[in-house]
C-alpha cells in the first residue's frame, strides 16, 4: 500500500509541475500538492491542479486519499477484539470555472463531478455464551461504498499578493449524491452463509467549506490556517446479524459523517517554478460518525503530518 500511495504521489508531482511549467504564475493561486503523513505512518496524497483556458475560465483535477485504523473491545464482551480499516478517495473533476475581480479581491463560481469511495473492512472475535451457544466467533464485514454526483463550487480570495496578510473563502455544495454500496458479511462458526447484499439510494446535500489564510513573517517565512469542515450523509441498507444469531438480517443504515480538520502551514517563499512554494504544515482530523437511527456518535481523531507545494494558500 505504501509503494502504491508513494507512486501516486510521484505521478500527481510530475503532472502537477509539468503543467506548471508553462503556467502562468498569477492562476497558480489555486494550486496544491501534499503528501500527508498520520499518526500511523499512513502516507497519503492529497492535490488539485488548476487549468486555465483563458484569464477567467479554468477547470482542475483533484484526488484525496485517507486512511483510518482503529481497535477496540466489543461492547457487551469483554474477552473481544474488534478491528476497523477504513480507506477513502475522493477524485474531484472542476468542470468548469469563472473567475472574475482584481488583484485585491477575486471570486469564481463552478460545477464538479465528484466520486468518493470508501472500502470499509471490520474484523475480529468474540466469546458468545447464551445458554445456546458457548464458543468464539471471528467476524470479518467488507463494505464498498461509492457517493457519486454533480456539485456547485464558489470561493472568494482577498489581499494583494504583495500584502502582509491574503484570505480565502471556498464552498462546494452536492445536493443530489447517489450512494452504491455492496457488502460480505460472515460470522464463523454460528451462520454457515455469507451475508451479501448491494443497494443504492439518493442522498442527503453533501457540503464542504474550507477557510484559508497566509501571513508573511518575514520576506523568506509565511505562516497559514487552514480550516476545513465537512458533513457527508450515508444512507443505505446493510446485512446485520439476527437476534436469534443463526442468520442475517436487514437494516437501514443512515449515518451523518462529519470531518472537521484544523490546520497550520509554513510556507517558504521562494517559489519552485512559476509561484509554487515548499510548504510543511500539521493539523489535527476528527471524523464524527452519527448514526441518526439509534443515537449515539463515534469520533475518530488522527494528527497530520504534510510536505508539499502550493500556489497562494
Same mark, same amino acid.
Not at 492562476?27 to 492535490?47: A, H, Q, V
Not at 499578493?161 to 455492496?182: E, H, M, T
Given at each position: 500500500m505504501l509503494k502504491y500511495k508513494t507512486k501516486i504521489f510521484i505521478s500527481l508531482l510530475a503532472f502537477c509541475l509539468t503543467g506548471q511549467i508553462?503556467?502562468? *504564475?498569477?492562476?497558480?493561486?489555486?494550486?496544491? !500538492?501534499? &503528501?500527508?503523513?498520520?499518526?500511523?505512518?499512513? !502516507?497519503? *496524497?492529497?492535490?488539485?491542479?488548476? /487549468?486555465y483556458w483563458s484569464r477567467h475560465w479554468f477547470s482542475g483535477l483533484g484526488f484525496k486519499e485517507n486512511t483510518l485504523l482503529s481497535q477496540d473491545t466489543l461492547d457487551g464482551f469483554d474477552d473481544s477484539k474488534f478491528g476497523t480499516s477504513i480507506d477513502e478517495s475522493v477524485l474531484r473533476l472542476n468542470l468548469v470555472s469563472y473567475r472574475s475581480g482584481n488583484e485585491s479581491f477575486h471570486y469564481s463560481i463552478g460545477g464538479d463531478y465528484q466520486r468518493t469511495s470508501i472500502d470499509k473492512v471490520e474484523f475480529g472475535y468474540f466469546h458468545l455464551n447464551n445458554g445456546v451457544i458457548d464458543d468464539y466467533i471471528a467476524f470479518d464485514n467488507k463494505v464498498e461504498i461509492e457517493v457519486a454526483g454533480f456539485s456547485m463550487r464558489g470561493d472568494i480570495t482577498? +489581499?494583494?499578493?504583495?500584502?502582509?496578510?491574503? $484570505?480565502?473563502?471556498?464552498? /462546494? &455544495?452536492? *445536493? +443530489?449524491?447517489? !450512494?452504491?454500496?455492496?457488502?460480505?458479511?460472515?460470522?464463523?462458526? /454460528?451462520?454457515?452463509t455469507s451475508g451479501i447484499g448491494s443497494n443504492s439510494n439518493s442522498q442527503?446535500?453533501? $457540503?464542504?467549506?474550507?477557510?484559508?489564510?497566509?501571513?508573511?513573517?518575514s520576506n523568506s517565512i509565511s505562516i497559514g490556517l487552514d480550516l476545513q469542515y465537512e458533513v457527508l450523509p450515508l444512507n443505505y441498507d446493510a446485512q446485520i446479524l439476527s437476534p436469534t444469531v443463526d442468520s442475517f438480517q436487514t437494516i437501514t443504515i443512515d449515518n451523518t459523517e462529519?470531518?472537521?480538520?484544523? +490546520?497550520?502551514? &509554513?510556507?517558504?517563499? $521562494? *517559489?519552485?517554478?512559476? +509561484?509554487?512554494y515548499p510548504v510543511i504544515g500539521i493539523a489535527n482530523e476528527d471524523v464524527a460518525t452519527e448514526d441518526n437511527a439509534n443515537g449515539g456518535t463515534t469520533t475518530e481523531s488522527q494528527k497530520i503530518v504534510t510536505i508539499g507545494f502550493s500556489g497562494q494558500f
Open positions: 508553462h503556467a502562468n *504564475p498569477e492562476t497558480s493561486d489555486r494550486f496544491r !500538492l501534499d &503528501l500527508r503523513m498520520d499518526d500511523n505512518g499512513n !502516507l497519503n *496524497p492529497e492535490s488539485f491542479t488548476p /487549468i482577498w +489581499g494583494l499578493p504583495s500584502d502582509q496578510s491574503r $484570505y480565502r473563502f471556498s464552498a /462546494i &455544495l452536492s *445536493p +443530489g449524491n447517489s !450512494l452504491d454500496v455492496s457488502q460480505n458479511t460472515d460470522f464463523k462458526p /454460528i451462520v454457515s442527503d446535500i453533501n $457540503y464542504f467549506l474550507q477557510f484559508e489564510t497566509r501571513h508573511r513573517l462529519t470531518t472537521t480538520r484544523v +490546520g497550520l502551514r &509554513l510556507f517558504f517563499n $521562494y *517559489p519552485l517554478v512559476n +509561484g509554487l
